[in-house]
């Protein structure tokens, strides 16, 4: 691993447009799209004339839209033909031979540090944490009903996100807004949104300033004892006789820090919107608990933060039809995937009691399954019982203030009030 700048994505408008299917694409790859809302319509006509489209990005490999969902589950399943380790982002980067940052390393290294890595994530790691969200929801649900008028990112979505990553990572209050920073800095490669893109500088001084922090924490459990926090538990964890060395222990917290933050504060964010313009469903999850489970589920289905990754060719294959060379690139559309028509009844539909038909929110499973997705679940569904039944009456005031970009579906700020 390096504390060098990573380097910035170029552009995310395709070259070619000369199609209606190219210019679709071209729409749900333009950050600037996503500003006046998000491109559904062009994601319905690709599933349905073009699942398998190709996209020339400037400077980069050529890349191949998927928009169906079972596209997207084979392609997630198959790490031999479709591979993470020349990165899995539209940046082009390949992890250090030692790396354990997850998203872009193959099995069998993969499956190595999984098996470290899970043990910090055990179900009993994660449900001893349920007390303290608990207490931080009823603490932003008090807060926001003093407020009376508020912003649902900053005051819940953020707020929630921001607490509850702290704790996972054992950082103490007054250094939240740190890790805060930095990682907002860090996640911010890409999105090319004004309010959030850092200059090079600025990216590599946060990654710089986020390692000798996590540094620091790991230095004081080793001198004064490990705590109840996952990075103790990945600080113990052992496989074979190998535990994670200090780098590795870095990639881990920065990756937890920057997806803890980016995708439940967006799904939150996202639920809230979507349930004050569905008023009987809010009503729902307001009289009945046992509508929360499903609802969550829904939520995921509906917001899907980050809407996709991409995969490197190991080899020639075939995608219903299309003759795809080794080298290029795939990019899975979760988004479009959590919208298919062939999967999901009423998919354009806002439904909290819609059956779970298995939803690509965490991916489309295999070795790459979001390892947090047990904490988001449980953050998501702790908020939802402690926000709704106390704050029946939560509305939109106006309209949202969505995110400049193509990679995280997301919501910069979104006025709301208490009636």
């Known amino acids: 691993m390096s504390n060098q700048t990573p380097p910035l994505v170029k552009s995310l408008i395709p070259e070619n447009q000369d199609s209606a299917a190219d210019r679709d694409a071209a729409a749900v ?28 990005l400037p400077g980069l490999p050529r890349a191949w839209l998927l928009t169906r969902h079972a596209d997207v589950r084979m392609v997630s399943r198959d790490t031999a033909t479709f591979s993470s380790k020349m990165g899995n982002t539209l940046v082009v980067a390949e992890a250090g031979p030692n790396s354990a940052m997850l998203p872009g390393i193959d099995p069998p290294r993969h499956v190595h540090f999984r098996k470290l890595i899970n043990q910090g994530f055990t179900a009993r790691n994660v449900l001893r944490l349920e007390p ?37 990572l054992g950082v103490p209050p007054e250094d939240r807004m740190d890790v805060f920073r930095w990682s907002n800095a860090i996640g911010s490669l890409g999105i090319e949104d004004p309010d959030y893109a850092p200059t090079p ?7 710089a300033e986020m390692f000798s922090y996590c540094n ?8 004064h004892g490990l705590t109840d926090d996952i990075l103790s538990a990945l600080l113990a964890a052992e496989v074979d006789g190998d535990k994670l060395n200090r780098d590795q222990l870095n990639e881990f917290f920065l990756l937890l820090a920057i997806a803890g933050n980016e995708t439940t504060r967006n799904t939150l964010s996202h639920g809230v919107l979507a349930l004050s313009e569905h008023p009987d469903q809010q009503a729902l999850l307001a009289r009945d608990a046992e509508a929360v489970k499903p609802a969550v589920e829904e ?12 995969r490197t060719l190991t ?18 559309h979760y988004l479009s995937a959590n919208r298919d028509e062939e999967v999901f009844d009423r998919a354009d539909q806002f439904d909290i009691a819609r059956p779970d038909a298995g939803h690509a929110a965490f991916g489309g499973g295999g070795v790459h399954f979001c390892l947090g ?47």
């Open 216 to 223: 620091e924490l790991v230095d004081h459990r080793r001198k």
């Open 315 to 332: 080899r020639d294959v075939e995608i219903r039809g299309q003759r795809i060379p080794a080298g290029d690139w795939v990019l899975m």
């Open 373 to 419: 997705a047990q904490l988001a679940r449980l953050e998501l569904r702790v908020m939802l019982e402690e926000l709704y039944p106390n704050v029946p009456g939560l509305t939109v005031t106006g309209p949202p203030d969505r995110l400049r970009s193509s990679f995280f579906h997301g919501i910069k700020r979104l006025p709301c009030g208490v009636n």
């Open 132 to 168: 303290r969200m608990r207490a931080v929801a009823r603490d932003i649900v008090a807060d926001i009903v003093d407020k009376g008028e508020f912003d649902a990112v900053a005051d819940i979505s953020a707020e929630m996100s921001l607490q509850v990553i702290a704790d996972v």
């Open 201 to 207: 500088e600025a990216l590599g001084k946060a990654a």
């Open 29 to 56: 790859l333009n950050p600037d799209t996503f500003v006046q809302g998000t491109p559904y319509d062009a994601l319905r006509r690709l599933r349905a004339t073009a699942p398998v489209h190709p996209v020339q």
């Open 299 to 310: 939520l995921l289905r509906w917001a899907t933060p980050v809407m996709h990754f991409r």
